[in-house]
Structure formats: structure tokens, C-alpha cells
């Protein structure tokens, strides 16, 4: 069964030092988002990104916040200077389209990165 | 200030009875809704959607929107030990953004 990726599952990072999560969302799949949640919270949605630029971002995702689709597969989330509140587990998702016409919207998440920043 | 509320329990099932999990919404214009489980550490996987008024059976799965009153929930039949999670309720508002509720932990007791 086709499956969302993500790597590392864990990094830990000093802060103030950039990171750069990865992600292969599912290979027909035209929608992918980043979501982060910290331990014992909510899923908090940080961005969207459909055709090659951002569809959607929240609050949370300030200029220390960059998204690529460097190739046909892999979908990057790069944190510029960490700070202590970014430890979180990052969630990669993607889906095949919007809307509730045959429920193309449904997420499927990839099993995460535990980010932590001492 | 577009919100999904749950209660955060834990809710504590005897195994083998009906496990009730409740959400209610703030956005009249939400259209889909979703119920994800989570298990500790995991990512959260989609366990039922829901578009229209009423129940929506899956298995031992049941979920039920009630738009006016703006009101889902989610029944596990015959709940079993490996039910024990998180349940996470989401609608999705007018651009398709999931608004998340912060989850319901059920415990199933053997």
C-alpha cells in the first residue's frame, strides 16, 4: 500500500542551527502539508503547498519557515534558526485533491520527524 | 475563531461495550469530517469521513453528523484492547483546511 515517508524519524539539533525535514508523499497524490504537533497538544497545521507554491499557511509559519519540491518526489520542510519551541514532532501529509466529492481530500500521514532543539 | 471541541477524557471502556466519542464544531460552513486515531507516538491515521446528516456505518464503526446541531460523534462497537488511542475529530472549513480538535483519549480495559 502506497505510504508517505519521512526521514530522519528523529534529529536533534543545538539552537539556532538550521534543519531540513524530508518527506516522499504518495506518488498521484497533488496536495502535501507539513503539520507539527508538541507532546500532549493539538495537530497544529503549519503550511499547504499545491503546483509548486503555497496554498495555505498558518501563524505558526514565519519567515524562519521555507517549503520545497526540489524534484518530482521529495517535499522539504526547512526550519532556519531553531528555537526551542520548534521541538516537535513534524508530520508530512499529502492527499489527492480539495473538497468532498468522493473524499479526495482524506490525509495520509507519514510517520513523522521528533524534532528536538537543545 | 473557527474551532472543534472534544472532550479529553481519558474515557475508560470495559472491553466488548460501545465506546461514545463526541466532538462538536464551531464552523456552520464545514462540510467534511473526518476521525483519525492516534496511538502514542504515532502519526494520526483516518479511521471514518463523514459528509452528510446521519450515520455512516464502517465495520465496528459508526460515525454521525448532526449539522444542526453541529455535532459528530464516533461509536466502536465491540471495543477491543488495541481500540486504546487517541481519537482525533477534524472538519474541514470553506478552503479545505482540516481544523483539528486537541482528541479524546479512550482506554479499553480487558
Known amino acids: 500500500e502506497p505510504e508517505v515517508t519521512q526521514t530522519p524519524s528523529h534529529q536533534v539539533t543545538q539552537m539556532g542551527q538550521e534543519v531540513i525535514l524530508r518527506c516522499v508523499p504518495i506518488s498521484n497524490h497533488l496536495y502535501f502539508y507539513w503539520y507539527r504537533q508538541i507532546l500532549g497538544q493539538k495537530v497544529e497545521f503549519l503550511v499547504s503547498?499545491?503546483?509548486?507554491?503555497?496554498?495555505?499557511k498558518s501563524e505558526i509559519f514565519d519567515d524562519q519557515f521555507s517549503v520545497e519540491r526540489p524534484d518530482g518526489s521529495n517535499f522539504t520542510l526547512k526550519i532556519r534558526s531553531t528555537k526551542l519551541e520548534d521541538s516537535a514532532m513534524y508530520f508530512c501529509?499529502?492527499?489527492?485533491?480539495?473538497?468532498?466529492?468522493?473524499?479526495?481530500?482524506?490525509?495520509?500521514f507519514g510517520s513523522g520527524t521528533q524534532l528536538s532543539v537543545l | 475563531q473557527k474551532e472543534v471541541e472534544q472532550n479529553s477524557g481519558p474515557l475508560s471502556v470495559p472491553e466488548g461495550a460501545i465506546a461514545s466519542l463526541n466532538c462538536t464544531y464551531s464552523?456552520?460552513?464545514?462540510?467534511?469530517f473526518f476521525w483519525y486515531r492516534q496511538y502514542s507516538g504515532k502519526s494520526p491515521e483516518l479511521i471514518m469521513s463523514i459528509y452528510s446528516n446521519g450515520d455512516k456505518e464502517d465495520g465496528r464503526f459508526t460515525a454521525q453528523l448532526n449539522k444542526a446541531s453541529q455535532y459528530v460523534s464516533l461509536l466502536i462497537r465491540d471495543s477491543q484492547p488495541s481500540d486504546s488511542a487517541t481519537y482525533l475529530c477534524?472538519?474541514?472549513?470553506?478552503?479545505?483546511?482540516?481544523?483539528w480538535g486537541a482528541g479524546t483519549k479512550l482506554i479499553i480495559k480487558p
Open positions: 464552523d456552520r460552513v464545514s462540510q467534511s
Open positions: 477534524a472538519s474541514s472549513d470553506s478552503n479545505y483546511q482540516l481544523i
Open positions: 501529509a499529502s492527499s489527492e485533491g480539495l473538497g468532498s466529492s468522493g473524499g479526495n481530500e482524506k490525509l495520509f
Open positions: 503547498f499545491y503546483n509548486n507554491e503555497i496554498s495555505e
